[in-house]
């Protein structure tokens, strides 16, 4: 069989929409950097979302479960071996996506033998100030994104720029855990608001149908928190505790849900 | 990626040299050994009416020298566990580092905790390694692990041979140069005043001050107060914490009246 530049070509583009259809209706997850710590912010149905990496790192995504969970094992196999044998603070969220995972999606994304990752991964990372947190969002082709105050990853390339647009302009209007919860809320419901105009019945179009246009983002997330549960991971900077990690309980979330109630 | 054995570190990172059982050829020098192996003397494990209490003096020798004075062998293995090490520092703090990845490893990778039964076990694991090393004469080390048992509510100690065989204590463990000459002191201390575990922490911590003095005494490598404020530690339902150093100063003081220890060096 011969393998023309044209079928190569061909190919990825192919690969590229199978995996953005299988990622377009999934559940984003939402970044936000605070003095306190770093905070992963997504809603979820039945699967956990959010997961702890290593001691400053922790990682939330969006495509198939089992992606998700070879990239997950790969990054905590990764961070455990060079920090015990090197030092924990030799382990980066820079080293991991950049040189670790990034170039290893890139390989199985570009060969059109192996089936590609359906995924992509936000990893966040605690700094000894807020000014050192970092996000690394890594997509299913090996690229990936660089942020400091706040990142996502979502079903698609546009639902990412309006959710960052949000974040963007109201980042600076947090002032405490709640309301940035709720940024992430209402960026989140901005995705998923995306994701539902994409996820069309056939022959019709979004522009010309106005009664999908009607649903708000509060709507949205009226519905989906009904349905789902809300799921924030904190990664905190300066703890006693020996894991900086923790999964923010109900009790935690519930002056946040209350509003979408 | 496939890890037969999921969540298992010692197999991530392809064992450790001297902690995977192989017997290195090296030949067997024990004069040179005690040279180049630092030693951490004595450490006390007691339980007391909320938790457990660990005490060790803060000596590290290497043969007759001394290596330095200010180690810490009372270490963090979690949140609820302490591990108190004595014999080979190089090896004791390796395997800590280890083990402290293994629990880590073990909770992100399964998502669950690791059982305080496979933690302990975990530690017998690592001393059966190492003994091939051991037999050579160096790097032997004995670890005290304590832990809170958040299911029975209570302080739980366990201590070890040099083969792994790990004991549960109902009271006290002790190890290291001068954990034997003090041993007999602890069931008398039981016997005549109160068992350990109706203490409260001042009464527990005086009785281990006074137990660390006398092994100083009598153990040329244990190093006492005299100097530096021993480490003490402890565990209780919320945790780790580390003992007030005022408070051990006053008890201190108190029990050796004569001399202004720790009054007149500043502690670290």
Known sequence: ?261 | MANPRSGDFLELVGGIPGLDGRVTDAPVSHGAASQLDTHGTTVIAVKYRDGVLNVGDRRATAGMGVMFDRAEKVLALDDFMLIAISGSFAKALEIVRYLKHAFKYYTRRELQEMSLDGKVSEVSRAIANNLPMALQGIGAFIPIVSAFDPRSNEGRIFFYDGMGARFETTEFAAAGSGSERIRGAFDYIIRTRKPFREMSLEEALRECLILLDIAADLDAATGGFSKVLPVAKGINKDGIFDVDAAQMRQIVAEINPREDVGLANPVV
């Open chain 1, 1 to 261: 069989m011969s393998f023309t530049p044209y079928d190569w070509n061909q190919a990825i583009l192919t690969r590229s929409e199978y995996i953005e259809e299988r990622m377009r209706g999934g559940s984003p997850v939402v970044g936000i950097s605070l003095p306190e710590g770093v905070l992963l912010v997504s809603v979820h149905r039945t699967q956990r979302k959010i997961y702890e990496i290593y001691d400053r790192l922790i990682f939330g995504a969006i495509g198939n479960q089992s992606d998700i969970e070879l990239m997950r094992n790969s990054a905590i196999d990764f961070a455990h071996r060079e920090g015990f044998q090197r030092s924990p603070d030799d382990v980066t969220a820079q080293r991991l996506v950049g040189s670790i995972l990034s170039p290893a999606i890139k390989k199985a994304f570009g060969d059109p033998f192996t089936a590609p990752f359906v995924f992509r991964g936000l990893f966040a990372e605690v700094g000894e100030k807020q000014t050192e947190d970092s996000f690394y969002a890594l997509g299913y082709d090996g690229e990936y994104r660089n942020e400091n105050r706040y990142s996502v990853v979502s079903g698609s390339y546009e639902a990412d720029n309006s959710m960052l647009t949000l974040l963007h302009d109201n980042i600076d209007l947090i002032s405490d855990r709640p309301s940035a919860i709720k940024l992430g809320l209402e960026a989140w419901g901005t995705g998923k608001l995306h994701a539902r105009r994409r996820v069309m019945p056939l022959g019709r179009d979004t522009e010309e149908d106005e009664e999908v246009e009607i649903l708000t983002v509060e709507q949205i997330l009226k519905e989906e928190l009904a349905h789902g549960k809300l799921e924030v991971g904190l990664l905190e900077r300066k703890t006693p505790r020996e894991s900086k990690f923790r999964l923010l309980s109900s009790d935690e979330l519930e002056p946040v849900l209350a509003e979408y109630r």
